[in-house]
């Protein structure tokens, strides 16, 4: 088998430091590979570095298929962000380059199953009325226009906080 690429998705995860998969290389070389790598639609998923320090150590890497349910970028997230030693800020990046993956999970979703999510009505139902795309996120944004952008971005600062019945509003 030639060496699987990694997936884009797995890209998103910063590359660990080459004296931090030296010394995985030098641990697998001693007990091992303990968990095997993961491959999603032929690429490795999780476990590039793993892959790396297989081949470093001469230790031959075992393959599995991803078969986790869902999104396989929530799955990496899922396994990478808190359980990596990343720094704040690299957190912060993985996660903003994480939500084009997902809005591209969202929308395969929503051309399967017509625009709704299973098990929904669509809410082209008789007797209820459809928003066009951009009007309906306008709509779903408080003070937000046709042309302020996509979902909540930037309503924060725009935003006033909301008042519970009967509290004295913020000083």
Not at 32 to 37: D, Q
Not at 74 to 88: F, G, I, Y
């Amino acid at each position: 088998m030639l060496k699987p690429k990694p997936h884009p998705i797995a890209e998103v995860i910063p590359r660990m430091q080459p004296a931090e998969v030296a010394e995985l290389a030098r641990d697998i070389g001693a007990n091992g590979l303990i968990h095997p790598i993961v491959l999603f639609e032929g690429k490795v998923l999780d476990g590039r570095h793993r892959l790396e320090a297989c081949a470093k150590a001469g230790v031959k890497p075992r393959f599995v298929d991803w078969e986790g349910e869902g999104s396989p970028v929530e799955w990496v997230k899922s396994v990478n962000l808190e359980r990596r030693h990343l720094t704040p800020s690299q957190r912060a990046l993985a996660a903003a380059a994480f939500l084009p993956l997902l809005e591209k999970e969202a929308k395969k979703r929503q051309r399967e199953h017509g625009k709704t999510a299973p098990g929904r009505k669509s809410l082209s139902a008789p007797g209820r009325g459809v928003l066009s795309g951009k009007a309906a996120k306008t709509a779903a944004v408080p003070g937000a226009s046709s042309r302020s952008g996509s979902g909540w971005s930037g309503c924060a600062a725009r935003s006033r906080p909301m008042r519970t019945e009967g509290a004295p509003w913020p000083g």
